[in-house]
C-alpha cells in the first residue's frame, strides 16, 4: 500500500471505514515498519483494524490475547510435558537412557509448543505476519518490560535451544481499553492512535458495510439512538461492535424501524450490564428514541 487512499480503500474493501487520521497511522506503520499502538473504548474497532490489514496484505494473523498474569513463557513457549514424558519412558523401556542424548532429543523442536510470540518471529510463505497483541492494559508491568525488549530486537530467546530472530520483523498492533495506563517507554516504541467512537455518518457507512441487508431508514434510527445512548450516564457504552450486533439482531426479527417494545426486547444486544438495561428500558428507552427522531428531521 503506496499511499494513505490505497491504505483506506485496501481497508474498505475489507469492509473496515475508517477516517484519514487512522489510515494515516497505518500507512506510517507500514512505511516505518513502526508498531501500532491503538487506544480507545472497547468495541471502537481497534481489534477489527488488525484483521483487516492482515487480509488486505494477504498476511497471517497471529493474536496474543493478554490477560492478567500473563507471563513471557505464556507468551513465547512452552515444552510438551507429558509427550517429553512419554519419550523418556519409552527410551527407557528400550534401554536407550543415554542422558545427554535423552535430554538433547526432548528439548528438541519436536516438542515445542510455539505461543503467538515465538510464532510471529517464524519465517511466513505470505510474508511478514500481522501480530496483534490485544488488551495489553490488562497485562502487568513485568510483561510490557519483556515486550518492550521482544519488539525492540524482533528475537526471542529459548535456554535449551538459543535465540530466535525474525527474518522480516512482524507488522504489530497493541491495542488497549486504557483499564490501566500502559507504560511510557512501550508506547515510545509505537506510532499512537486514539481509536474515537465514529461520527453519525461515518457509522452509518460502517453498519452499511457490515450489515447492507439494514434499509437506509432502520440504519439511521439505529446509529441515532447508539449515539443518543452514548450520552447516558452508562456503565458501559455501546461501540460500534454493538451498533452491528444490534442491527443484525433487528433484522432477524424482521424490524422495519425502531420502536420503545422492540428496543426494550433487544437492549441485550447493545447494552452488557443489567443496571444499564435497567435504566434505560421502559420510558427512557421511548425518550431516547424520540430525541434521536428529532435528530434525523431536519431543521
Same mark, same amino acid.
Given at each position: 500500500m503506496q499511499s494513505i487512499d490505497e491504505v483506506q480503500s485496501a481497508l474498505a474493501a475489507q469492509d473496515y471505514v475508517c477516517g484519514r487520521a487512522l489510515a494515516t497511522v497505518v500507512f506510517l506503520s507500514l512505511k516505518l515498519g513502526r508498531p501500532l499502538f491503538l487506544e480507545g473504548e472497547a468495541g471502537t474497532g481497534k481489534t477489527e483494524i488488525a484483521k483487516a490489514i492482515a487480509a488486505a496484505l494477504g498476511r497471517d494473523l497471529i493474536r496474543l490475547q493478554c490477560y492478567e498474569g500473563l507471563d513471557s513463557a505464556s507468551a513465547v513457549y512452552e515444552w510438551n510435558f507429558p509427550a517429553q514424558m512419554i519419550a523418556i519412558r519409552a527410551a527407557e523401556a528400550e534401554g536407550n537412557a543415554d542422558k545427554n542424548l535423552l535430554q538433547r532429543s526432548v528439548f528438541s523442536g519436536d516438542f515445542l509448543v510455539e505461543r503467538p510470540l515465538l510464532q510471529a518471529m517464524?519465517?511466513?510463505?505470505?510474508?511478514?505476519?500481522?501480530?496483534?497483541?490485544?488488551?495489553?492494559? %490488562?497485562?502487568? !508491568?513485568?510483561? +510490557?518490560?519483556?515486550?518492550? #525488549?521482544?519488539?525492540?530486537?524482533? $528475537?526471542?530467546?529459548?535456554? *535449551?535451544?538459543?535465540?530466535?530472530?525474525?527474518?522480516?520483523?512482524?507488522?504489530?498492533?497493541?491495542?488497549?481499553?486504557?483499564?490501566?495506563?500502559?507504560?511510557?517507554?512501550?508506547?515510545?516504541?509505537?506510532?499512537?492512535?486514539?481509536?474515537?467512537?465514529?461520527?453519525?455518518?461515518?457509522?452509518?457507512?460502517?453498519?452499511?458495510? %457490515?450489515?447492507? !441487508?439494514?434499509? +437506509?431508514?432502520?440504519?439511521? #434510527?439505529?446509529?441515532?439512538?447508539? $449515539?443518543?445512548?452514548?450520552? *447516558?450516564?452508562?456503565?458501559?457504552?455501546?461501540?460500534?461492535?454493538?451498533?452491528?450486533?444490534?442491527a443484525k439482531c433487528l433484522l432477524a426479527l424482521d424490524a422495519i424501524d425502531l420502536s420503545p417494545q422492540v428496543i426494550a426486547d433487544t437492549l441485550g444486544a447493545i447494552l452488557k450490564y443489567q443496571d444499564d438495561i435497567a435504566r434505560i428500558e421502559g420510558s427512557e428507552a421511548g425518550r431516547l428514541l424520540d430525541e434521536a427522531r428529532a435528530d434525523l428531521s431536519p431543521a
Open positions: 517464524r519465517p511466513h510463505r505470505a510474508g511478514a505476519p500481522v501480530l496483534l497483541i490485544d488488551e495489553i492494559d %490488562r497485562t502487568d !508491568e513485568p510483561f +510490557e518490560a519483556f515486550l518492550l #525488549e521482544a519488539l525492540s530486537d524482533f $528475537q526471542v530467546t529459548i535456554p *535449551e535451544l538459543g535465540t530466535i530472530k525474525a527474518p522480516q520483523p512482524p507488522l504489530v498492533i497493541l491495542t488497549s481499553n486504557r483499564t490501566r495506563e500502559v507504560h511510557d517507554a512501550l508506547k515510545r516504541r509505537c506510532l499512537y492512535h486514539w481509536v474515537d467512537y465514529p461520527s453519525f455518518e461515518r457509522e452509518i457507512e460502517i453498519l452499511q458495510a %457490515r450489515a447492507p !441487508e439494514a434499509t +437506509e431508514t432502520l440504519s439511521r #434510527e439505529i446509529v441515532a439512538f447508539v $449515539q443518543r445512548l452514548r450520552r *447516558e450516564d452508562l456503565f458501559k457504552r455501546p461501540g460500534v461492535a454493538e451498533t452491528i450486533d444490534w
